[in-house]
Structure formats: structure tokens, C-alpha cells
């Protein structure tokens, strides 16, 4: 009996297959859901005093909201015009888009634990917008590095990733002063 027939050889395709999904992934949707968050907890801190969960749930359910459009936006706009879209396609566009999703749960996570460092209202909101930021940085180094680029263009990409956090960052003391 081979491998094929006892079914580890479709396992191990299996596995290779989303190894070479892993290498070639696009993490766009993390960079694009950090930016989200830190505009929600603005949009959140300009508005008054939000209890935590309330702002936990604002983030998390605003990304939820994001994905569902850009998985619509994918399925639809693109692939309709050549074919109907099958299962297959429908859970690997959801799965490419998911980091928008995951982004939003590193600053929802710290406005969770900002009581237990004794943050006010404030202080949480400028954590949670320091994740973000950082979050945003995080994954377009990731893209870079997953992609092979070198050193010098990783840098580059932080750098511009960290000039638009302090682009939000100025917004956010604007619109608060």
C-alpha cells in the first residue's frame, strides 16, 4: 500500500499547500485593520468616555463589519464578472481577508487589561491606540520579511508605517484639543 492510498500523501499535499499559502500570504488586511482600530479608539475617545466593553466590542465588531464588506468586495466585484464563485474560493477569500479581523484583537486585548495596569479612560485609549500603531508596523514588516525583501526595504516600510501611526497619533491630539 503507497502513501496515496493510506491517505498521509493527501495530507502531506495538505500541508505543503498552506505552507505555500503561509509564504505567499498578504497581509494588506493587517496593516489596513490596525489602521481601522487606531481610527475606531479615535472615533471612540472623541465621543465621550466609552465604558471598556463597550469600546471592546465597538473594535471587534467594526472589524467584523470591515471583513464581511472586503469579502463581499473580493467575491463580487471581481470574480462575478468571470464566474460564480464555489466554496472553495468563498473560505479562501475569508481566510485571506481575516487579518483585518485579527488586527483589532491586540487593541481590544489592551483596553481588557488596562484596569489591572490602572489606566482612566485616557490612558486606555492612548494604549490601545500604541498597539494599534504598533500592530500596523508589525505587519507590514511581516509582509516585507515574508516576501523576501531585504533589510533595507523592511526599514522602509516601517518607517513609512510608523510616519502614518504618528499621522493617526496627530489626528487624535488634534481632534481631543
Known amino acids: 500500500m503507497t502513501a496515496d492510498e493510506t491517505g498521509t500523501g493527501r495530507s502531506t499535499d495538505r500541508r505543503e499547500r498552506r505552507a505555500a499559502h503561509r509564504a505567499h500570504a498578504d497581509y494588506t488586511g493587517g496593516v489596513y485593520g490596525s489602521m481601522l482600530a487606531a481610527s475606531v479608539v479615535i472615533g471612540a475617545g472623541t465621543l465621550g468616555s466609552f465604558p471598556r466593553a463597550e469600546l471592546v ?21 471581481a470574480r462575478l464578472a468571470r464566474r460564480t464563485p464555489d466554496r472553495r474560493v468563498i473560505l479562501r477569500v475569508c481566510r485571506e481577508e481575516w487579518p483585518i479581523v485579527k488586527a483589532a ?3 481590544a486585548a489592551a483596553i481588557a487589561v488596562s484596569p489591572v495596569l490602572g489606566l ?6 492612548w494604549l490601545a491606540l500604541c498597539v494599534a500603531v504598533t500592530g500596523q508596523v508589525g505587519w507590514s514588516v511581516a509582509a516585507a520579511h515574508r516576501a523576501g525583501a531585504p533589510w533595507r526595504l523592511m526599514a522602509i516600510t516601517a518607517t ?18
Open 105 to 107: 484583537v491586540p487593541p
Open 160 to 177: 513609512v508605517n510608523v510616519l502614518l501611526g504618528l499621522a493617526i497619533v496627530a489626528v487624535k491630539i488634534a481632534v481631543t484639543h
Open 120 to 125: 482612566d479612560v485616557q490612558g486606555t485609549l
Open 57 to 77: 466590542l465597538l473594535l471587534l465588531l467594526t472589524s467584523l463589519v470591515f471583513w464581511v464588506a472586503h469579502v463581499h468586495a473580493e467575491l463580487f466585484g
